[in-house]
C-alpha cells in the first residue's frame, strides 16, 4: 500500500520537529529512515502511525488520508512496532501476539481458531513459538522485541512500521529481524518504513532510504544516492568512508578519524609513512587522529595503504596501480621526506617494485631523521625478492629503530616530539601538492 | 445537637469510671467539716469528689462553673449573680446564657477563665483537663470537684455546693424539695409490678447504636421513673449494640436523646418493632434526663410519664 | 485462561458466593438455626414455605437486617473489587485502588458536610446522606478529570499526580470541617472506617444500578483494557480510541466507586487487594479478572463483615478494620512473595 507524505509538519510547542516533509513510499517497498537523534525521525514515524497529529499537511495511505480512518480500520491496515515494548501486569507471550487481532474482534467476540492460527503463524515467522507460554515480563529486551513484531505481524497489516525494531538485538537477530522485514515487503507485497540507527544495516536492507537532517529531508532515494561520505558529514559532522559491500555493493560506512577535536597532541609535526599492502592504514589512521601531520609514498593506485591515505585525505605520493615505483615518483617521495620529521616504516611486503621505498627510507636515515621500522613479524616472511630485499631491510635495520608493537611506536613518538621539540617545531609545514 | 448531647454525656461516663471513691471522700468531707452550722467562717477547707482537700480563703464571690449541671446547681442555690463565667453548654436557666463563656468542655481557655479573676473554678471530672486544673491551681485560683453518678449523690453535691458557698440554707431547702418529689414519684412507682414496667431502650444515635447500660445516670433515672432499661442486661456505661442485638430485646419504648423520632418511625427495617409498631418512640430532652443537676426530678417525671403512655 | 477452566472458575467462585451469602445470613449476633434462616428467605420470596411459626422478630431479624446487609456487603464488595481492576489497569498501576484518585475523599466531604448539616440544624437526614456522598465523589471525579486534562488527552501520570493532590486538598477539607463539627468527629470517624451497620434495602438499590451497568460497561471494555496495558501508544496502534476508552473506563470505575462509598464509608483494601490475588490465579486478562473479581470481591467483604458483627458480639467493630487487618498483611506477602508479580 502506499503511503504518501505530503508537507507534513509538526511543533512541539515551541519547537518545530518537523518541517515540509514530503516523501512518498511505493507499495511493497522497504524504506527506512535514518538521521542522527533529534532529527525528527521518531516524529515522522508518529505522525504516519496517527500518534501525533502533524500541525500542518497530510498523510494518505493508499486512497484514503489518514485522518478518514477509524482506529480499527488504521490498526487493520497498519501495525507500528516501537521502541517502548513495556507491557504492564504478567501477559503470557501468546496473550500479548492475540491482541493484534483486538482490530478484528468485537466487543464480546473472543479469539476464533482462525486467530489463533495466525498468533501462532507470526510466533512462528518471529521465531518465538517456544516463548509462547512465557510471561512477557520475563523476556529479555530482544526477545520482547520480537514478541512485539510477532504481535504486530498478527494484525496482518499492508503498512508496517518499526521504530528501531533492533536497537536491543544482538548483531544475530538485528540481521534475522531485518531479514523477515525485508521478506515481508519483497515477498508478501507489505511496505514497510522503518527508523534505523545503523547506516550499513539501514543500506543494506532497505530499498530506498530517507536522511533526516533538523526536522527535513536532506535525501532520499536509493540507498548509494543517500548514503554519500559528504551527506554523512553534513547531518552527523563526521567524516566517514563509504565503500561499496564487498560482496553485493550497497553502500557501507565506515568510520574515520572525527572531525572533532578530541584529544590532538600531535600538533601539526610531520611524519612521514612508508607502507603498502595494508600494513599502514591503521598506523596512519592513529596518526592522523593523534593530530600528526600524516605523508605517504610512495603507494601504488589502488593498494588498501593508497586507499587509507585518500580516505585520511593525508598527502599521498602515487604510483600507477601495477607499477614499480618509478624514480620520478623516488624523486617526489625523497623531496617529501625533506620536510618529515619522523619516518615510519611499516611491514610491507617487498617485490621489486617498491624496493626504492627501502631506499628512501635509508637515505631519511642517512639525513639524521628518526626512522622507525615496524617489526611486529618476522621480516622472512614478506620478502618476495629473494634476497635483495632482506639485504637492504637488514640495512635499514641497523640504522632505524625497532619497533615490535604499534602502542610502543607511538610513546617513542611522543618522547622525541617533546624532548626534542624545540627543535623539530615545524609549525607551519606546506604540505606539497599531492594527489587526493 | 444530636451526638452533642450523648458526648456530653459519654464524658460524664469516664469521668464516673475514673471517679473511684468520690462520693465516700465527698461525705467525709462533710463530716471532717462537721454540721451545718450557718455562719461558719471561712477559712473553710472541703474534700472534692477527687479527694482533694480544698480550702477557700473566703466567701467566694466569682464563681467559674465548667459543666452545665453546675450552673444549675448555683443558680438554684440563689448564687447565680456570683457566677462570672461560664461554658457554652451551660443554657440552663436563662440568665446562665448571659454570662461570659469561657469555652467548652473540649476547649477550655485557661488564660480566659484567670481573666475573670475567680475565686473558684467548679468543675466535673476529667483527665483530658487536668492540665488546665494544674494551671489554675498554680496560679493560685482554687477548683473544685463536683461530680455526682447517682441521684443520692446529686443531692450531696448540692449540700456540697451550697456549703462551699455559704448557702446551706438555699441548699437545704433545695435537697429536702427535691426529696420529697423524688419519694412522691417512687411511691407512685412503687405500685406498678416489676413485669409491667416498660421495656426501655435509649437511642443516642442513628448512624451507630449507641444506647447506655448499667452503672450510668441515665439509666438509673429509667429505672426510677419506672423502666426497665433493656441495655443494662448487656453492658455497663455507653457502648454500642449490634442491630440483631438490638432486634433481639425488642423495646416496646424507644427513648432518643435529640429529635429524631421521625427517622425512627420511618426506618424501613425496623418496622416490626414493636416500639416502632405501638409509635412508643419518644423524644426527650437531654438536658433534663442527663444532666446530674437540681432539675433531676423533673427528668423523672417526664420519663415517668412517656413509660406511664 | 482456556475456556473450559474459565468456566469452571466462574462456578466454583459462584457457588462460593451463593453459599457464603447463605452462611452469612445464618450467622450474626443472635443465634438463629440455619433451617429456619433458609425457611424465612424461601418463604419471604416464594412464599412455599410457611415460617408463620418462627416468632417475628428472628423473621425481621433475617429479612430485615442480615439479608440486606450480606446482600450490601456483596455488592459493595463485588463494586469495590470491580473499581479497583479497572484502576489498576488504566492507570497501569498495581498500588492503585478505587481510592487512588479521590473518589473516596470527596465522598467524605459530602458526608461530612451532610453530618454537619444534620448537626447545625438538628434535621433528620440520614437518607440523605448517601446522596450527599455520592455528589462529593461525582465532584471530586470531574475535578481531578479536569485537572488532569491536558489538551485533549488525560496522561496517566497527571491523573495520578491530580488524584493524589486533590485526595490531599480534601483530606485537609475534612480535618477542617471536623473542626466545625467539634464532638460531632464520632460519626465521621465511624463513616471513614467504613462499616455495613445500620443499612436496609433502600441502600442495596442505591448501589445496584450502579454495579449493574458500570460492570456492563466495564466487561465491555475488557479487551481495550488489556490492549492499554501494552501502553497508550501500542493500544492507539491496535485499534483502541485511547482517549474515549480510558474516560469511559475513569468515570464508570469512579461511578460505581462513588455508589459504594456512599453507602458503606471507607472500606479499604478489597480494591487493591482482591485484584492481586485473582490476578495470581486468572492472569492479568480483564476478560476473566473483571468478572472474577467481582465474585472474589463480595464473596470476600461478605465474610469480613462477617467477622465484624460477630467477632465481639453484641457490639460490632467496622468492617474497614477487618478488610485492613486482613488485606495488609497480605499486600506484604504479596510483595514478597510475587514481587515480579507487582513490579513496582
Known amino acids: 500500500m502506499r503511503i504518501e507524505i505530503q508537507d507534513i509538519s509538526f511543533t512541539y510547542g515551541n519547537h518545530q520537529v518537523l518541517e515540509g516533509t514530503t516523501f512518498h513510499v511505493s507499495s511493497g517497498k522497504f524504506v527506512g529512515i535514518i538521521g542522527p537523534n533529534g532529527s525528527g525521525k521518531t516524529t515522522l514515524l508518529k505522525v504516519l502511525s496517527r500518534i501525533l497529529q502533524p500541525t500542518a499537511g497530510c498523510v494518505r495511505i493508499g486512497e484514503q488520508s489518514l485522518s478518514e480512518l477509524t482506529q480499527k480500520e488504521l490498526a487493520r491496515t497498519m501495525a507500528v512496532v516501537s521502541q517502548d515494548t513495556n507491557v504492564g501486569y504478567q501477559f503470557s507471550v501468546e496473550d500479548v501476539v492475540l491482541m493484534g487481532r483486538a482490530p478484528y474482534l468485537g466487543r464480546f467476540q473472543s479469539e476464533s481458531l482462525a486467530d489463533y492460527e495466525i498468533a501462532r503463524h507470526a510466533l512462528e515467522v518471529t521465531g518465538c513459538t517456544h516463548l509462547r507460554d512465557r510471561s512477557i515480563l520475563e523476556l529479555s529486551g530482544g526477545e520482547r522485541q520480537r514478541v512485539t513484531i510477532a504481535r504486530a505481524l498478527a494484525q496482518q497489516p499492508k503498512v508496517l512500521l518499526l521504530d528501531e525494531p533492533t536497537s536491543h538485538l544482538d548483531i544475530g537477530y538485528q540481521q534475522e529481524i531485518l531479514d523477515l522485514v525485508k521478506r515481508l515487503s519483497t515477498v508478501e507485497g507489505l511496505t514497510v518504513v522503518a527508523v534505523l540507527h545503523d547506516l550499513n544495516l539501514a543500506a543494506y536492507f532497505c530499498h530506498e532510504l530517507v536522511l533526516m537532517h533538523q526536522g527535513k529531508i536532506l535525501a532520499c532515494g536509493q540507498p548509494t544516492d543517500v548514503l554519500t561520505a559528504d551527506n554523512i558529514e553534513k547531518v552527523y559532522a563526521t567524516r566517514v568512508l563509504v565503500t561499496p559491500h564487498p560482496v553485493f555493493g550497497t553502500p557501507q560506512i565506515s568510520l574515520l578519524p572525527g572531525t572533532r577535536e578530541q584529544n590532538k597532541h600531535g600538533e601539526n609535526h610531520q611524519i612521514h609513512v612508508i607502507a603498502g599492502g595494508g600494513s599502514g592504514g591503521e598506523i596512519m589512521r592513529d596518526l592522523c587522529d593523534a593530530g600528526y601531520k600524516v605523508t605517504a609514498g610512495v603507494l601504488s593506485v589502488g593498494d588498501s595503504d593508497w586507499e587509507a591515505a585518500r580516505a585520511l585525505s593525508i598527502p599521498v605520493i602515487s604510483e600507477a596501480p601495477f607499477s614499480s615505483v618509478s624514480p620520478e615518483r623516488h624523486q617526489e617521495n625523497l623531496a617529501m621526506l625533506e620536510t618529515a620529521q619522523a619516518v615510519i616504516l611499516t611491514e610491507i611486503p617487498l617485490g621489486h617494485g617498491n624496493l626504492l621505498n627501502l631506499e628512501a627510507a635509508l637515505q631519511a636515515a642517512a639525513a639524521g631523521k628518526p626512522v622507525y621500522m615496524i617489526e611486529e613479524k618476522p621480516a622472512q616472511n614478506r620478502d618476495f625478492t629473494g634476497g635483495p630485499g632482506q639485504e637492504l631491510l637488514t640495512k635499514v635495520q641497523q640504522q632505524a629503530q625497532s619497533i615490535r608493537e604499534k602502542t610502543e611506536l607511538y610513546r617513542a613518538l611522543a618522547e622525541q616530539f617533546s624532548s626534542s621539540g624545540q627543535l623539530n617545531d615545524f609549525t607551519d609545514v606546506t604540505r606539497p601538492a599531492v594527489d587526493q | ?309 | ?344
Request: hydrophobic share 50%; charged share 15%.
Open chain 3, 1 to 344: 485462561m482456556k475456556t473450559r477452566n474459565k468456566y469452571l472458575l466462574y462456578t466454583l467462585l459462584l457457588s462460593a458466593l451463593v453459599v457464603s451469602v447463605i452462611l452469612a445470613t445464618a450467622v450474626g449476633a443472635v443465634a438463629i438455626p440455619p433451617r429456619e434462616t433458609f425457611q424465612i428467605i424461601i418463604s419471604r420470596l416464594t412464599g412455599l414455605w410457611q415460617s408463620s411459626d418462627i416468632p417475628a422478630t428472628t423473621q425481621a431479624i433475617i429479612w430485615n437486617l442480615r439479608l440486606p446487609r450480606v446482600l450490601l456487603g456483596l455488592l459493595v464488595g463485588a463494586s469495590l473489587a470491580l473499581a479497583g481492576v479497572s484502576f489498576q489497569g488504566l492507570l497501569r498501576n498495581p498500588l492503585a485502588d478505587p481510592f487512588t484518585i479521590g473518589v473516596s475523599s470527596g465522598a467524605a466531604v459530602g458526608a461530612t458536610i451532610a453530618m454537619l448539616l444534620q448537626q447545625t440544624y438538628q434535621i433528620s437526614f440520614t437518607q440523605m446522606l448517601p446522596i450527599f456522598a455520592f455528589a462529593g465523589a461525582f465532584l471530586a471525579m470531574f475535578f481531578v478529570y479536569n485537572l488532569a486534562r491536558i489538551g485533549g488527552q488525560v496522561p496517566v501520570v497527571t491523573l495520578l499526580l491530580a488524584g493524589v493532590v486533590v485526595s490531599s486538598f480534601l483530606s485537609a477539607v475534612i480535618s477542617l470541617l471536623m473542626v466545625f463539627a467539634g464532638e460531632d468527629m464520632q460519626g465521621i470517624f465511624f463513616w471513614l472506617s467504613g462499616g455495613l451497620l445500620m443499612r436496609s434495602w433502600s441502600e442495596i438499590w442505591f448501589v445496584l444500578p450502579y454495579l449493574l451497568i458500570g460492570s456492563i460497561i466495564l466487561f465491555t471494555y475488557a479487551r481495550d483494557l488489556n490492549v492499554l496495558l501494552m501502553g497508550e501508544e501500542a493500544a492507539l496502534t491496535l485499534g483502541v480510541n485511547v482517549e474515549r476508552t480510558k474516560r469511559v473506563l475513569l468515570v464508570t470505575a469512579s461511578l460505581i466507586t462513588a455508589a459504594a462509598v456512599s453507602v458503606s464509608g471507607m472500606i479499604g483494601f478489597v480494591g487493591l487487594i482482591i485484584p492481586h490475588a485473582v490476578r495470581i490465579v486468572t492472569g492479568p486478562d480483564h476478560r476473566v479478572l473483571l468478572p472474577a473479581s467481582a465474585l472474589v470481591g463480595a464473596t470476600f467483604l461478605i465474610w469480613a463483615d462477617v467477622v465484624a458483627r460477630t467477632v465481639m458480639i453484641p457490639k460490632e467493630i467496622p468492617v474497614g478494620i477487618i478488610t485492613a487487618f486482613v488485606g495488609a498483611p497480605f499486600f506484604i506477602y504479596l510483595l514478597r512473595k510475587k514481587k515480579s508479580e507487582i513490579r513496582l
Open chain 2, 1 to 309: 445537637m444530636r451526638k452533642r448531647n450523648w458526648l456530653v454525656v459519654m464524658l460524664l461516663v469516664v469521668f464516673t469510671l475514673t471517679l473511684v471513691a468520690g462520693c465516700g471522700q465527698e461525705n467525709g468531707g462533710e463530716e471532717a467539716n462537721g454540721d451545718t452550722d450557718t455562719g461558719k467562717t471561712y477559712p473553710l477547707t472541703l474534700t472534692d469528689a477527687a479527694g482533694r482537700e480544698v480550702t477557700l480563703a473566703a466567701k467566694p464571690e466569682r464563681i467559674v462553673s465548667i459543666m452545665p449541671s453546675l450552673t444549675e446547681i448555683l443558680f438554684a442555690l440563689d448564687a447565680g449573680e456570683r457566677v462570672v463565667g461560664v461554658t457554652t453548654y451551660c443554657d440552663y436557666p436563662a440568665a446562665a446564657k448571659e454570662k461570659e463563656v469561657i469555652g467548652d468542655l473540649y476547649n477550655l481557655n485557661p488564660e480566659s477563665i484567670l481573666a475573670l479573676q475567680p475565686d473558684l473554678v467548679l468543675v466535673g471530672k476529667s483527665e483530658t483537663l487536668q492540665q488546665t486544673f494544674d494551671f489554675l491551681e498554680q496560679a493560685g485560683t482554687p477548683y473544685f470537684v463536683v461530680d455526682p453518678q447517682t441521684l443520692d449523690e446529686i443531692e450531696e453535691s448540692i449540700v456540697t455546693v451550697a456549703k462551699l458557698i455559704d448557702n446551706q440554707a438555699a441548699g437545704e431547702a433545695l435537697v429536702t424539695q427535691l426529696k420529697a418529689d423524688r419519694l412522691a414519684l417512687e411511691t407512685k412507682v412503687a405500685e406498678i409490678p416489676a413485669e409491667e414496667r416498660a421495656k426501655v431502650f435509649v437511642l443516642l444515635d442513628t448512624n451507630v447504636l449507641y444506647t447506655v447500660g448499667e452503672g450510668t445516670f441515665l439509666s438509673e433515672m429509667i429505672t426510677t421513673a419506672g423502666g426497665n432499661n433493656l441495655a443494662s442486661e448487656i453492658d455497663d456505661a455507653y457502648f454500642q449494640v449490634s442491630e440483631e442485638a438490638f432486634f433481639e430485646l425488642d423495646p416496646e419504648v424507644i427513648i432518643c436523646t435529640f429529635p429524631m423520632r421521625d427517622e425512627v418511625l420511618a426506618r424501613e427495617t425496623w418496622q416490626d418493632l414493636s416500639a416502632i409498631k405501638s409509635g412508643k418512640v419518644y423524644d426527650v430532652d437531654a438536658n433534663s434526663v442527663s444532666r446530674p443537676g437540681p432539675r433531676y426530678v423533673q427528668g423523672l417525671e417526664l420519663l415517668y410519664e412517656v413509660f406511664a403512655k
